[in-house]
């Protein structure tokens, strides 16, 4: 393990034992067995070495991302998705807290790749004709609720200590979003919703369809419409 790294795990091992959920530089480079300048050197300052503690924390959290493997089932996937994201955050509670209710001016950049990894799966589910929302604001609106759920459970664990709160949000989130079979057929509108994102989602991802630009470009905004989205 390299200096540096042995510093961030220091820092954070510190972090999730803190009873104030801070730490001092000089604590940090007691446990990781280095002088202060070094630490310094490496990261400026305290505020920098959080934001290096954020980025690590990132890191680990997108690798399970970018490992899980699509199955057959993009709707499984996504409640999937949201399960791992949620045991992320109760297996390192103050490590959570500092990367999505962080105290610096910007979001780290690894948060737009998360929700991008999210947005891929909802492509998915609207190729697959499921998703009766538009892309983009189905993954703010699971992000949101994900992270929503998984800050009560870490900073409030007695007043939200049911755990099966998570799974009742994450189910209501997705009623809300996708369809099935049944209430497809039950309510035509969700469906035909659901089928115009599907035409939409299989469109974007064709290679060559034999359209004009002018008719491709006519096609997308009547989906657009269809699925009730502003042109």
Request: proline content about 5%; hydrophobic content about 50%.
């Amino acid at each position: 393990m390299d200096t540096r790294t042995r510093i961030l795990e220091a820092a954070e091992k510190l972090l999730e034992n803190s009873p104030d959920r801070d730490i001092a530089t000089r604590q940090v480079c007691e446990a990781a067995g280095v002088a202060q300048p070094v630490l310094y050197r490496l990261f400026g300052d305290k505020d920098g070495l959080l934001r290096a503690v954020v980025d690590h924390g990132f890191d680990r959290y997108l690798a399970t991302k970018r490992a899980a493997r699509p199955s057959a089932d993009p709707v499984e996937d996504l409640r999937t998705g949201w399960d791992t994201h949620v045991g992320f955050g109760l297996a390192h509670p103050a490590l959570y807290r500092l990367m999505f209710s962080p105290r610096f001016d910007t979001v780290p950049e690894a948060a737009a790749e998360a929700l991008g990894i999210l947005r891929a799966v909802l492509v998915r589910c609207a190729q697959a004709g499921v998703l009766a929302a538009d892309v983009d604001l189905a993954a703010q609106t699971i992000m949101s609720a994900n992270v929503g759920v998984t800050l009560s459970l870490v900073t409030q664990p007695k007043a939200y200590a049911n755990r099966a709160l998570s799974h009742t949000v994450r189910d209501a989130v997705h009623r809300a979003l996708l369809v099935d079979d049944v209430s497809a057929a039950a309510t035509p509108q969700p469906a035909l919703v659901a089928s115009a994102n599907q035409v939409a989602a299989l469109l974007d991802a064709a290679g060559d369809v034999p359209l004009t630009s002018a008719e491709a470009a006519l096609m997308r905004q009547w989906l657009t419409t269809l699925a009730g989205r502003d042109s």
